[in-house]
């Protein structure tokens, strides 16, 4: 098992960048792949990035490639999302994720571990 605690979250103008981190409890990090997911009031959570196991394959969703970073750090028992060139549609509340399976799942029923989430506002 494997508890997930984001931080970072923020209020940024339209352009601006934020990283968020989520921390891991346990030792066998490594054995997740880990997702960030995002709500925007009144949607459904959707899939933002994933990494793999390794770190050395990851996916995105589409309104993001080119924006956002998702990076990992197995010694730390961390990941990260750095979100450059921020837009108002970019608002939500971001979700660290993590699960065992493999490669990099992008459906939020394939996720088994979530965080509480923090806040990410972007200004027009």
């Known amino acids: 098992q494997v508890q997930l605690v984001e931080s970072g979250g923020g209020l940024v103008q339209a352009g601006g960048s934020l990283r968020l981190s989520c921390a891991a409890s346990?030792?066998?990090?490594?054995?997740?792949?880990m997702g960030w997911f995002r709500q925007a009031p009144g949607k459904e959570r959707e899939f933002v990035a994933a990494?793999?196991?390794?770190?050395?394959?990851?996916a995105y969703a589409d309104s993001v490639k080119g924006r956002f970073t998702i990076s990992r750090d197995n010694v730390k028992n961390m990941v990260f999302l750095q979100m450059n060139s921020l837009k108002p549609e970019d608002t939500a509340v971001y979700y660290c994720?993590?699960?065992?399976?493999?490669?990099?799942?992008?459906?939020?029923?394939?996720?088994?571990?979530w965080g509480q989430g923090t806040q990410v506002t972007v200004s027009s």
């Open positions: 990494i793999s196991r390794s770190g050395s394959s990851t």
């Open positions: 346990g030792r066998t990090f490594s054995r997740y792949t």
């Open positions: 994720a993590a699960t065992t399976a493999i490669p990099v799942p992008t459906t939020r029923n394939r996720y088994d571990y």
